[in-house]
Protein backbone atom coordinates (compact mmCIF):
# COMPACT_ATOMS: atom_id res chain seq x y z
CA UNK A 1 0.00 0.00 0.00
CA UNK A 2 1.62 3.53 -1.15
CA UNK A 3 0.78 6.12 1.54
CA UNK A 4 1.49 9.87 1.11
CA UNK A 5 1.89 12.16 4.37
CA UNK A 6 2.05 16.18 3.24
CA UNK A 7 3.71 18.42 5.22
CA UNK A 8 5.11 22.45 4.76
CA UNK A 9 1.83 24.15 4.88
CA UNK A 10 1.10 27.14 6.99
CA UNK A 11 0.51 31.01 7.35
CA UNK A 12 2.46 33.44 5.24
CA UNK A 13 1.97 37.09 3.85
CA UNK A 14 1.27 37.75 0.22
CA UNK A 15 4.51 37.65 -1.27
CA UNK A 16 6.37 34.76 1.00
CA UNK A 17 7.32 31.31 -0.13
CA UNK A 18 6.52 27.92 1.52
CA UNK A 19 8.35 24.36 0.25
CA UNK A 20 5.46 21.41 0.68
CA UNK A 21 6.54 18.12 1.59
CA UNK A 22 5.21 14.76 0.28
CA UNK A 23 6.54 11.90 1.95
CA UNK A 24 5.78 8.55 0.13
CA UNK A 25 5.92 5.34 1.68
CA UNK A 26 6.94 2.72 -1.32
CA UNK A 27 9.87 0.53 -2.49
CA UNK A 28 8.70 1.66 -5.72
CA UNK A 29 8.86 5.58 -5.80
CA UNK A 30 10.46 5.79 -9.02
CA UNK A 31 7.82 4.13 -10.67
CA UNK A 32 5.22 6.67 -9.32
CA UNK A 33 4.23 9.81 -11.17
CA UNK A 34 3.49 12.25 -8.89
CA UNK A 35 1.27 15.18 -8.85
CA UNK A 36 -0.09 18.13 -6.75
CA UNK A 37 -3.38 19.48 -6.53
CA UNK A 38 -5.58 22.02 -4.38
CA UNK A 39 -8.64 23.28 -3.23
CA UNK A 40 -10.26 26.39 -2.25
CA UNK A 41 -12.97 26.70 -0.32
CA UNK A 42 -16.16 26.47 -2.41
CA UNK A 43 -14.16 25.23 -5.70
CA UNK A 44 -13.75 22.58 -7.44
CA UNK A 45 -10.03 20.27 -6.74
CA UNK A 46 -7.31 21.91 -9.66
CA UNK A 47 -4.48 20.06 -10.97
CA UNK A 48 -1.19 22.39 -9.72
CA UNK A 49 1.34 20.30 -11.17
CA UNK A 50 2.86 16.76 -12.09
CA UNK A 51 5.77 15.20 -12.86
CA UNK A 52 5.92 11.68 -14.78
CA UNK A 53 7.85 9.38 -14.44
CA UNK A 54 10.31 10.10 -16.88
CA UNK A 55 10.75 13.63 -14.63
CA UNK A 56 8.75 15.70 -17.41
CA UNK A 57 6.70 18.25 -15.42
CA UNK A 58 3.89 20.16 -16.40
CA UNK A 59 2.04 22.58 -14.66
CA UNK A 60 -2.36 22.88 -14.40
CA UNK A 61 -2.82 25.83 -14.08
CA UNK A 62 -0.92 29.40 -15.74
CA UNK A 63 -1.26 31.29 -12.56
CA UNK A 64 1.30 29.46 -11.01
CA UNK A 65 3.27 28.96 -13.49
CA UNK A 66 6.98 30.93 -12.97
CA UNK A 67 6.05 30.51 -9.27
CA UNK A 68 5.99 27.05 -8.35
CA UNK A 69 8.38 24.35 -9.10
CA UNK A 70 7.56 20.92 -8.74
CA UNK A 71 10.83 18.85 -7.48
CA UNK A 72 11.30 15.17 -6.65
CA UNK A 73 13.96 13.20 -4.91
CA UNK A 74 14.05 9.97 -5.74
CA UNK A 75 16.18 8.79 -3.18
CA UNK A 76 14.06 10.25 -0.47
CA UNK A 77 11.49 9.05 -1.72
CA UNK A 78 9.78 12.75 -1.53
CA UNK A 79 8.28 15.24 -3.82
CA UNK A 80 8.11 18.93 -3.37
CA UNK A 81 6.28 21.99 -4.46
CA UNK A 82 8.41 25.69 -4.03
CA UNK A 83 5.74 28.46 -3.96
CA UNK A 84 7.19 31.48 -4.45
CA UNK A 85 5.46 34.75 -4.78
CA UNK A 86 2.32 33.22 -2.88
CA UNK A 87 -1.15 35.25 -3.69
CA UNK A 88 -4.41 35.39 -1.05
CA UNK A 89 -6.00 33.45 -4.69
CA UNK A 90 -3.29 30.24 -3.70
CA UNK A 91 -4.69 29.87 -0.49
CA UNK A 92 -6.41 26.17 -0.36
CA UNK A 93 -5.64 22.76 0.91
CA UNK A 94 -3.15 20.94 -1.05
CA UNK A 95 -3.02 17.47 -1.59
CA UNK A 96 0.00 14.77 -2.90
CA UNK A 97 -1.17 12.49 -5.57
CA UNK A 98 0.68 9.29 -6.99
CA UNK A 99 -0.36 7.45 -10.15
CA UNK A 100 1.23 3.44 -10.35
CA UNK A 101 -0.30 3.44 -14.09
CA UNK A 102 -1.10 7.12 -14.69
CA UNK A 103 -0.14 10.49 -14.61
CA UNK A 104 -2.17 12.45 -11.58
CA UNK A 105 -4.32 14.71 -13.59
CA UNK A 106 -8.17 16.27 -13.76
CA UNK A 107 -9.13 12.53 -14.26
CA UNK A 108 -7.82 11.71 -10.58
CA UNK A 109 -5.00 9.58 -8.96
CA UNK A 110 -4.56 6.28 -7.83
CA UNK A 111 -2.99 7.43 -3.98
CA UNK A 112 -3.34 10.60 -2.11
CA UNK A 113 -2.50 12.29 0.91
CA UNK A 114 -4.54 13.74 3.33
CA UNK A 115 -3.92 17.39 2.13
CA UNK A 116 -2.06 20.57 4.23
CA UNK A 117 -3.96 23.88 4.36
CA UNK A 118 -1.88 27.06 3.12
CA UNK A 119 -3.40 30.35 3.65
CA UNK A 120 -2.02 33.26 2.36
CA UNK A 121 -2.52 36.75 4.26
CA UNK A 122 -3.50 39.71 1.72
Known amino acids: QVQLVESGGGLVHAGGSLRLSCAVSTDNFSRLAMGWFRRAPGKAREVVAASNWGGTVTYGLDTVKGRFTISRDNDKNTVYLQMNSLKPEDTAVYYC???????????????WGQGTQVTVSS
Open 97 to 111: AAGLFRVPSVRGADY
